[in-house]
């Protein structure tokens, strides 16, 4: 394999190039994706390489552009249909939630629906509560969507290669705030299964279930740790759904200790149910309760010194780890 | 063609618009659209300089839509506006000190720092909000013109939007509900030609918007958006018609945006000429009401000038009142979630 650094968005926008160049059958519709390339530059030169058949810019019409998905999915294309920013997802959500995700199963199986739905979410830039959140459990809560939720450059790539060779409806949220994080990621085409964890550092003390960008804090908060002789395991699930509880249940029981970030809000977030499954699954072996770090019950936001508050950091991740081990 | 195509559909301001214009109008026209501009040309700067946390959406070249249509609206009328909506909210009346404030994320600004550019609200003003989701005000809008007409208050909504969010279901739903129920709203299309960085001859097949009223069964009007006395004319023959309880009516004010989409330079991939810039620019809303208001002898120079100056001297106290006023604390984050 060959490897190099890329940044997460060229990444992305590689394994875009890639599936297009493999699969005819793959298109993308969004506004400005074509001739613009995206608001993000996630879709940079697509338009040049497989043309306006392909490519497609389309009206300010999400509910329009995840039907056409639907619609042409059914019929056996794989669509990418793009949301830009994951807040409005609002606008499109019947097509999601009513239509997409049902199909296969209240057609009694008749039909699969093999659509990509790309979106950029994640607070930390003054965007404020209509261009920041983070709603990925929304989508998790609906049987028939998976979520994925890339947290390096590698992760960017293989999963929305993953995606859309998946037959089912998919959501892949990129997170803004890492579209210029650099990793290795290899030339090649390559997809990374939906619902399989990435262990990211391995450790004895502690396990941090961090999702999205709260990876890159968390393997942040785990080098400080470290260097206070707490050995922190880092585990993505890199998918919300399907979840890799199998992986994080296996950590637990060698921790004895689980603490879960992500920046969507606390209540009813991802974190509650990797909790719940974590003690039906490890109960006997918490050394603690399986603790929470997220953002309070409030909208994102604006002024920067709400935001940092608002979203969870290294610092304060190290803080919660270190609360956790020294309880016991 | 038009009159079989579009049968609602009128095209320009009442004839004579623009005659008996009084000093006074002129002069408020022009100080509503001052304000927007200079507003708009520092605002830009300090967040290109990183002084102002966030991302704007500028509304210079479009003065002359919020300007026209506000001065036939009062405090009682209710707008609701766009990601685009320093303008709106400025021409309706809200002070550059709490939006300086609100952009600087502080505690002394229209939404206590919590929403910033794309949420700017003055509820004593008939500033409803602006939004930072496409077609998100225009449902709300109606919603505001039906308490009117429930009270029986006789106030007025208008609705402000672009070309590209046209295309979005809200437009199309509110619409057609405001026209059933003959609601007191105004729709103001504001069509600059571009939907972010897609022309609209990409994003439509129609030349003029206001046809879309016709889908609907009520008036359309296109007008010249650089003429802040022609969007008034129409404005306020709208106004009058949703008085007397005839309902909505759609404008379309064709209009320019000088600067990128978002912020002032940009343009990442060229998609727009450079000569289509600086021709909308030869047309320039606000020299246009100067040329009209000197040419007839109605304003002195000077007074175009007094107003200038004035406006730069708000400015730069409303920016310094900005800076100096107090971050919000992070432990009322949870505050105004949920009404108590
Ligand atoms: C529902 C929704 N879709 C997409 C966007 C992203 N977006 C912000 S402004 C804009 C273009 C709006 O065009 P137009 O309505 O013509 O207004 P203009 O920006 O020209 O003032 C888009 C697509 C959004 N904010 N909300
Ligand atoms: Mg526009």
């Given amino acids: ?328 | 063609m038009t009159e079989t195509l579009a049968p609602n559909v009128t095209y320009g301001p009442p004839e004579g618009y623009a005659a008996g214009v009084t000093r006074e109008l002129v002069l408020d026209l022009h100080r509503r659209m001052v304000r927007i501009r200079m507003f708009e040309e520092s605002a830009g700067k300090l967040v290109e300089s990183g002084d102002m946390p966030g991302f704007l959406h500028l509304y210079v070249g479009q003065e002359a839509v919020a300007a026209g249509v506000m001065s036939v609206l009062d405090d009682v009328d209710q707008i609701t506006s766009t990601h685009r909506g320093h303008g709106h909210a400025i021409a309706k009346g809200a002070e550059f000190r709490p939006m300086f404030a609100e952009l600087y994320g502080k505690t002394t600004g229209y939404c206590k720092g919590r929403g910033g550019s794309m949420h700017i609200v003055d509820m004593n003003r008939g500033m409803l909000g602006a939004n930072a989701i496409v077609g998100g005000g225009i449902p709300i809008a109606i919603g505001a013109a039906f308490a009117a007409q429930y009270r029986g208050d006789g106030s007025v909504a208008a609705s402000f939007f672009g070309d590209g969010a046209t295309n979005i279901g809200a437009f199309h739903e509110s619409v057609n509900m405001a026209a059933v129920w003959d609601l007191p709203v105004l729709f103001i299309c504001e069509n600059n030609g571009y939907a972010e960085f897609t022309a609209q001859g990409n994003h439509m097949r129609l030349d003029d918007i206001a046809e879309r009223a016709n889908s609907y069964g009520i008036p359309g009007v296109v007008v010249d958006g650089m003429d802040a006395l022609a969007v008034r004319a129409v404005a306020k023959v709208a106004v009058d018609r949703a008085k007397r309880g005839e309902g909505p009516t759609l404008i379309e004010a064709k209009t320019y945006r000088y600067f990128d989409h978002q912020g002032i330079k940009g343009m990442r991939i060229p998609y727009r000429d450079p000569a289509e810039v600086e021709a909308w620019k030869e047309r320039d809303a606000i020299r246009l009401l100067e040329v009209i208001g000197t040419e007839r002898g109605l304003v002195r120079p000077e007074d175009f000038a007094a107003t200038w100056a004035q406006t730069e001297t708000d400015i730069a106290d409303a920016i310094e009142f900005a800076r100096s006023s107090p971050d919000p604390d992070p432990a009322d984050i949870l505050d105004d979630v949920y009404t108590v």
């Fill in chain 1, 1 to 328: 394999m060959n490897t190099r650094e890329l940044t997460y968005v060229k990444a992305f926008n590689e394994g875009m190039h890639q599936i297009m160049a493999e699969d005819p059958d793959v298109f993308l519709i969004g506004e400005d994706v074509a001739g613009y390339g995206g608001v993000f530059h996630m879709f940079d030169g697509l338009l040049t390489a497989y043309g306006d058949r392909r490519v497609k810019d389309t009206p300010i019409a999400e509910q329009a552009i995840i039907g056409v998905g639907v619609g042409a999915a059914a019929r056996g294309l794989r669509p990418v249909c793009d949301l830009m920013f994951m807040d409005f997802i609002g606008v499109a959500m019947d097509q999601i939630f009513n239509q997409a995700a049902k199909m296969k199963y209240m057609f009694g199986g008749a039909v699969s629906v093999p659509l990509t739905i790309t979106t950029a979410g994640g607070a930390g830039m003054s965007a404020a509560a209509q261009h920041s959140q983070s709603l990925e459990a929304w989508l998790a809560h609906i049987p028939g969507l998976k979520v994925a939720m890339p947290a390096s450059p590698y992760d960017a790539k293989g999963l929305i290669v993953g995606a859309i060779r998946d037959d089912n409806p998919v959501i892949v949220v990129l997170n803004k705030k890492m579209l210029g994080v650099k990793g290795p990621v290899p030339e090649e085409l390559y997809a990374i299964p939906l619902g399989v964890a990435n262990v990211v550092q391995e450790g004895d003390d502690v396990t941090i279930v961090a999702i999205g960008r709260m990876v890159l804090e968390a393997t942040k908060a785990a080098q400080a740790l470290g260097e206070e002789g707490i050995s922190a395991e880092v585990i993505d699930p890199r998918t919300v759904q399907p979840l890799d509880i199998d992986t994080i249940v296996t950590s637990a029981k060698k921790t004895n200790r689980v603490l879960i970030v992500h920046e969507a809000v606390q209540f009813g977030g991802i974190g509650a149910e990797i909790s719940s499954q974590v003690q039906e699954s490890a109960f006997d072996y918490l050394d603690a309760p399986v603790t929470r770090l997220a953002a309070p019950f409030a909208p994102v936001p604006y002024a920067p010194i709400l935001e940092n508050a608002y979203i969870p950091d290294a610092a304060r991740i190290a803080a919660a780890a270190r609360q956790l081990v020294e309880r016991s």
